[in-house]
Each structure stands twice: as C-alpha cells, then as structure tokens.
T-cell receptor
Framework: SAVISQKPSRDICQRGTSLTIQCQVD?????MFWYRQQPGQSLTLIAT?????????ESGFVIDKFPISRPNLTFSTLTVSNMSPEDSSIYLC??????????????FGSGTRLTVV | AQKVTQAQTEISVVEKEDVTLDCVYE???????LFWYKQPPSGELVFLIR??????QNEISGRYSWNFQKSTSSFNFTITASQVVDSAVYFC??????????FGKGTRLSVIA
C-alpha cells in the first residue's frame, strides 16, 4: 500500500491566519481525500481531490475556507483559511481504494494536529 | 446514503478478557466494502481489515476476528485475550467502489492491566 508523508505534524496558529498542509505519496494515485477529526470525534470527509480537476467538497465545507490543490498524482495540499478556534482539529489525507487485492484499503497520513489560539 | 453505527462509545475490560466491538451499517449499494481501523493514542490510523460485500467469510488474524453478517448488516470485531496494547479507538467504516470512507463514531477500548 502507498506511504504518505504529511506535514506539518502539528502547529499552533493565531486566529485569522492560514495554514497549508501537505501530503506527499510515494506512488501515483488517482484520488486523494481530506478528512477532519475534531477533538474526541470521528473522521469527517472534507473533500475529494482528483488531479486535473477541482476538488469536490462535502456539505458544510467550502472552497474559500478549505482550498485544495492537486498539481500531480503524488501531491496535494489543504489550506485552512482565516482560522478560528473552531478549526482546531486533526486533519488527515488519505489515498487508496477498493482494488482487487483482498486487503487493499485506504491509507492515511499521520495527521496534522492544529490548534488555533 | 451510507451510514455506520457503532453503538458502544466506550468499553473497559480487564486484560485477557475477550471483547467484541459492534458495527452496523446501512447502504443501498449492492457492492460495498467494510473496514476496521485502529487509532492508538498516538493518533495515526492503522488499517486492520477490509471485507467485500460479496464475501461473507469470516476472518481470523491472531487474536483478532471479524464476523460479517449481511442478514443483519453487521460487521463485528472481536479481540480475544485482550492486552493493554489493544487500548485505542476503533473505527468501523464503509465505502462503495473506490468512494470515500464513511466512518462510524468509534469505540474507545480501554484494557486495564
């Protein structure tokens, strides 16, 4: 399965600023996914990022707040814009799918733990 | 719409006890995939297993076993002879063919020595 390098691993940011999170994959992948995990909660999908097209956002998430870039098949960034304390969460990228190998699944980056003060 | 329900929010067991984590799912897809992930206190998500909708064979991997029953839309996870290192949050998740995962709320398992 793919290996994902996600940066930064954590950050403390001032409200009103923006943070860009990067995910680098060791192989070419068609789809990348971005999730948010609020404290003590489950994972919620923010958007799906395909190379060469605009990201598809889930209900409750908008491009102005969470712009995503996907310049090639191994890299993507998520920006959290104009941050407020409510944006304090773990953000994770994911790749993978449901290929024919029986235990092929979705791999996750190690996460970015964001605290907004 | 797809939905995953993990009714057990927190479970606490004494080491060496067996524990079963429940997962019930809803989907209209005829082909779908079920997953279990472990999230230890360090925060990373560890893939445990994937089960396809067309394969109801149960699986055992060491102390872990999974019981998939389409008739009850359940995909339960049992840890036999639990250990302190099993303490984590466990997520059940569902996807269609190459679609994003939908996660349950997770079950926090605490294994006490």
């Amino acid at each position: 399965s793919a290996v994902i390098s996600q940066k930064p691993s954590r950050d403390i940011c001032q409200r009103g600023t923006s943070l860009t999170i990067q995910c680098q994959v060791d192989s070419q992948v068609t789809m990348m996914f971005w999730y948010r995990q609020q404290p003590g909660q489950s994972l919620t999908l923010i958007a799906t990022a395909n190379q060469g097209s605009e990201a598809t956002y889930e209900s409750g998430f908008v491009i102005d707040k969470f712009p995503i870039s996907r310049p090639n098949l191994t890299f993507s960034t998520l920006t959290v814009s104009n941050m407020s304390p409510e944006d304090s969460s773990i953000y994770l990228c994911s790749v993978g799918g449901t290929g024919p190998r029986p235990n092929y699944g979705y791999t996750f980056g190690s996460g970015t733990r964001l605290t907004v003060v | 719409a797809q939905k995953v329900t993990q009714a057990q929010t927190e479970i606490s067991v004494v080491e060496k006890e067996d524990v079963t984590l429940d997962c019930v799912y809803e989907t209209r897809d005829t082909t779908y995939y079920l997953f279990w992930y472990k999230q230890p206190p360090s925060g990373e998500l560890v893939f445990l297993i994937r089960r396809n909708s067309f394969d109801e064979q149960n699986e055992i991997s060491g102390r872990y076993s999974w019981n998939f029953q389409k008739s009850t839309s359940s995909f339960n996870f049992t840890i036999t002879a639990s250990q302190v290192v099993d303490s984590a949050v466990y997520f059940c998740a569902l996807s269609g063919r190459n679609t994003p995962l939908v996660f349950g709320k997770g079950t926090r398992l605490s294994v006490i020595a």
